[in-house]
């Protein structure tokens, strides 16, 4: 499954500067949200392996794009360092509480709840970028 990390990132660093930051960002959080809610429903090996693969490939274009691109051009530059770090330690803050909730959700609900959770939130943000996310490539923000 981890040979999607290496091969979203390529991905995501041909398609950010070739069709736009925007048009590569909200697909992959929609296809992050199908293929985790496929992925959850997996019984077989090859289907675990399959879409394991294909959820890799979309986490890190996301991972190529988002965090690498996207984050920092957002803010004008005189803010850039401070707006992304603020970004970026509220996205790891979230990392580590993850674990903890998914521990929680087990307890208390179904590993499939884990998965539409995920699922759900990917595709939240996936159309939150969609309709009020700025296209930032090509331009000039200073």
């Known amino acids: 499954m981890m040979v999607g990390a290496p091969v979203g990132c390529a991905i995501g660093a041909y398609l950010v500067d070739r069709i736009g930051r925007k048009k590569t960002i909200a697909p992959a959080f929609f296809m992050t949200a199908v293929f985790g809610f496929m992925y959850g429903r997996q019984s077989t090996v090859g289907g675990v392996l399959t879409f394991g693969f294909l959820l890799e490939v979309c986490f ?3 991972m190529a794009s988002v965090i690498a691109v996207y984050v920092a051009e957002l803010f004008p530059t005189k803010f ?19 674990p903890i909730v998914v521990a929680w959700m087990l307890k208390v609900t179904n590993a499939n709840m884990i998965f539409w959770t995920i699922g759900g939130i990917a595709l939240f943000a996936g159309i939150v970028v969609w309709v009020f996310g700025d296209e930032t490539n090509q331009k000039d923000i200073g």
Do not use: D
């Open 60 to 62: 890190y274009i996301l």
């Open 80 to 98: 850039r360092f401070r707006g992304s770090g603020i970004a970026n330690g509220t996205a790891k803050l979230f990392t580590v509480a993850m």
